[in-house]
């Protein structure tokens, strides 16, 4: 059974950094690349930033310079490192893994049960 479980998310102001995390049972992300999603409300789902197995990263043009996307292996963990937040992020955050296929993130479609980011003043 895999299950994923975000957390680290909360209020911050403009300008504030939060480090989401994505700890995993059931998958090794060793094995998958690995996906951050935000979705707000009234909004479409977004893919955020995104992690191959081999270690490289992409991320939405709206979050670069901004958030990093990281993993620990020995963990089993994915990370969301985010800085200079705006109001704009405020978001659920979700992780999962995937695939690339034909150059695009494709999911699995394994979600948790997300966590809150709210960037407020």
């Known amino acids: 059974q895999v299950q994923l479980v975000e957390s680290g998310g909360g209020s911050v102001q403009p300008g504030g950094s939060l480090r989401l995390s994505c700890a995993a049972s059931?998958?090794?992300?060793?094995?998958?690349?690995a996906a951050w999603y935000r979705q707000a409300p009234g909004k479409q789902r977004e893919l955020v930033a995104t992690?191959?197995?081999?270690?490289?990263?992409n991320y939405t043009n709206s979050v670069k310079g901004r958030f990093i996307i990281s993993s620990d292996k020995a963990k089993n963990t994915v990370y969301l490192q985010m800085n200079s937040l705006r109001p704009e992020d405020t978001a659920v955050y979700f992780c999962?893994?995937?695939?690339?296929?034909?150059?695009?993130?494709?999911?699995?479609?394994?979600w948790g049960q997300g966590t809150q980011v709210t960037v407020s003043s």
């Open positions: 999962n893994p995937g695939y690339y296929s034909a150059g695009q993130y494709v999911s699995y479609n394994y």
């Open positions: 059931g998958i090794k992300f060793n094995d998958y690349d």
């Open positions: 992690i191959t197995s081999a270690g490289r990263t």
